[in-house]
């Protein structure tokens, strides 16, 4: 009876290990095959923190000596910390000799944020272009009247009640503007332009603002949005993509607007697990990176910073960036 007992005991263990170690591992295999589908699209933005705790089931398949569970729960430690460490180590920046340029990105939620604060942001940190979302006519009057208008005097603004607004603004000239409308859920607009960087080529740039996959009718939309942003052209003119992306590093549709020949600014600047949505307006979420920077490869980050916006849920990011030298 004490052999069976044990014996039991032992495949209660077993068994147990295995429950502990089975759901990390089902994470790492969806986020490794990118399958973003259904409910699995808001979890996947969790990703870093599932990957600090899947140390915890390796250490307890480890005390109770189970192999193969300890194989598995290792397998997906090593996985998971491999795409999720290296954001905040960086990467090398292109050698480049062109004129340095800061670029800041806020979404303004629905016109109620602290417009002061932006304004001092942009005076303080000597910003030259500033991507807006979720931009109203009332806090486009606001930033004016706080001085805005004299320290970026370029713009391509197309401000809107409630959430849908955008604007692009610089202290360089602005040509070649207009804004695209997003067909997804919520139809969110991204103002554009062409700014005129001295001793820079052209740099196009636009205000990000996929639909947001808030419910399982919006998943179609928010893929169908993020994959009509517009592709990088690593043989043509440079170019950005900053604002709210409803997308972090995780999600297989961004990666793939990556892949077509741009960098994620805070990644590349070692800050890419700076959260920048989440609890900032009372919500008990935990901190995630869906704001973004994406530059050219040819573009050389600085530096990134992100800074909080009273009144809004998400955060600023501010990118510090060396453009090309004009040829």
């Known amino acids: 009876m004490l052999v069976t007992s044990g014996a039991g005991r032992r495949?209660?263990?077993t068994a147990g290990c295995w429950l502990v170690v089975a759901p990390a591992a089902a994470w790492a295999l969806v986020r490794l095959l990118g399958f973003d589908r259904g409910p699995l699209v808001q979890l996947l933005a969790f990703t870093p923190y599932v990957a600090a705790g899947s140390l915890l089931p390796l250490v307890l398949a480890l005390g109770l000596r189970r192999r193969w569970p300890a194989v598995v729960a290792a397998?997906?430690?090593?996985?998971?910390?491999?795409?999720?460490?290296?954001?905040a180590f960086g990467s090398a920046a292109p050698p480049v000799d062109g004129p340095a340029a800061r670029l800041l990105t806020a979404n303004l939620l629905a016109g109620t944020a602290d417009a002061r604060v932006l304004v001092d942001l942009v005076r303080r940190h000597r910003v030259d272009v500033l991507t807006v979302q979720e931009f109203t006519p009332q806090i486009a009057a606001e930033l004016d009247r706080l001085g805005l208008d004299r320290l970026l005097p370029h713009r391509e603004l197309h401000?809107?009640?409630?959430?849908?607004?955008?604007?692009l603004y610089a202290r360089h000239p602005i040509s070649s503007g207009g804004v695209r409308h997003n067909r997804g859920g919520w139809g969110f607009d991204q103002?554009?332009?062409t700014v005129a960087v001295p001793g820079a080529p052209p740099v196009r740039v636009e205000s990000a603002h996929p639909s947001a996959p808030y419910a399982l009718d919006q998943v179609g939309h928010w893929r169908a949005d993020l994959a009509a942003q517009p592709p990088a052209t690593p043989d043509g003119q440079l170019s950005i993509l900053a604002g709210d992306f409803n997308a972090t590093l995780d999600h297989a549709p961004l990666r793939a607007l990556l892949d077509t020949g741009y960098v994620d600014a805070a990644d590349a600047a070692g800050a890419g697990l700076t959260g920048t949505w989440g609890p900032y307006d009372g919500d008990p979420i935990p901190p995630v990176t869906i704001d973004h920077v994406l530059v050219d490869r040819r573009i050389a980050v600085r530096a990134v910073s992100v800074h909080a916006i009273p009144d809004s849920d998400h955060r600023a990011v501010l990118a510090d960036l060396r453009l090309p030298a004009e040829r």
């Open 11 to 13: 495949r209660a263990a």
């Open 75 to 87: 397998a997906t430690t090593v996985a998971l910390l491999a795409v999720v460490v290296p954001r």
């Open 159 to 167: 401000p809107a009640d409630g959430t849908v607004g955008s604007g």
């Open 191 to 193: 103002a554009y332009g």
